[in-house]
């Protein structure tokens, strides 16, 4: 058995990117609080990632974070939480996690819906090459009453997008979800909007006049195209994100 220690947990209250690019980065981003003390449990069949967050539940107890893929099983992994040593969930991901991918970020805790109960969040990259190597599951785990929580996880690119915001003020966050689509011989990074209400993300574009598209050009670019018109863009419009998942 290896158990690997890494670095112990920090918070951040997240406030933007300084100048201002795309135009959601106007908006009240999330405050969070990062761990990153992932130990890592090596099993002839399996590896385990395994995480704890102190004081997570409103009466101090623990929540851990259980990571486990089979190494005969390259689509099938579980997500496995403890209340204290009490084992409470045990949740299907259909992807598998490494060393490199589970290691190379944090976990996160955060109130996406305003509710004033913590959820988590964990952002995990594919391998690939290119624009493939953008690609990364977004894994949402979020606390209900009597804490159990509903998982929601998709397929997304890595980008300022990532970090929730509030684009009307009323404390619940919107995700962003970023996709690659084409149009007349171009690519645009297309940006949907969602909330999680009742169970399930759904779809915001209509409420913020979205999606929004960015041409993809070999140089920095965040100017919403005008290749394309409002109208138009509403058609790429995404009623849930790429491969999701909910359990």
């Known amino acids: ?30 405050k969070i609080t ?25 009466d101090t107890d623990t929540l851990t974070i259980q990571l486990t893929s089979f190494k005969a099983k390259w689509d099938s992994s579980y997500i496995r939480l403890f209340r204290n040593k ?46 493939a190597s953008l690609n990364q599951r977004v894994i949402y785990l979020f606390q209900k009453d009597g804490g159990l ?29 970023m996709t690659l689509r084409d149009y007349e011989s171009h690519n645009y990074w297309t940006f949907n909007i969602y909330n999680f209400k009742d169970g399930e993300l759904v779809n915001q574009n209509a409420r913020f006049d979205y999606p929004i598209m960015i041409q993809y050009l070999y140089r920095e670019n965040y100017k919403v195209t ?12 995404d009623v849930r994100p790429k491969e999701y998942s909910r359990e």
């Open 1 to 30: 058995m290896k158990i690997l220690l890494l670095i112990s947990f920090v918070t951040i209250a997240a406030v933007g990117h300084g100048q201002e690019r795309y135009p959601f980065e106007k908006f009240q981003t999330i």
């Open 34 to 58: 990062e761990f990153k003390d992932w130990k890592v449990f090596e099993k002839p069949d399996r590896t385990h990632f395994t995480q704890t967050i102190p004081n997570f539940f409103s």
């Open 86 to 131: 009490e084992q409470i969930q045990k949740i299907f991901e259909p992807m598998f996690f490494i060393d490199t991918n589970v290691l190379s970020d944090s976990v996160r805790t955060l109130d996406v819906n305003g509710d004033n109960l913590a959820d988590v969040k964990l952002l995990i990259p594919y391998m690939g090459n290119g624009l």
């Open 149 to 177: 929580f509903t998982k929601i996880s998709y397929l997304d690119k890595m980008g300022a997008h990532t970090v929730e915001r509030d684009f009307d003020g009323d404390n619940i966050f919107e995700i962003l979800t």
């Open 226 to 237: 005008d290749k394309i018109s409002p109208l138009k863009m509403k058609a790429f419009g």
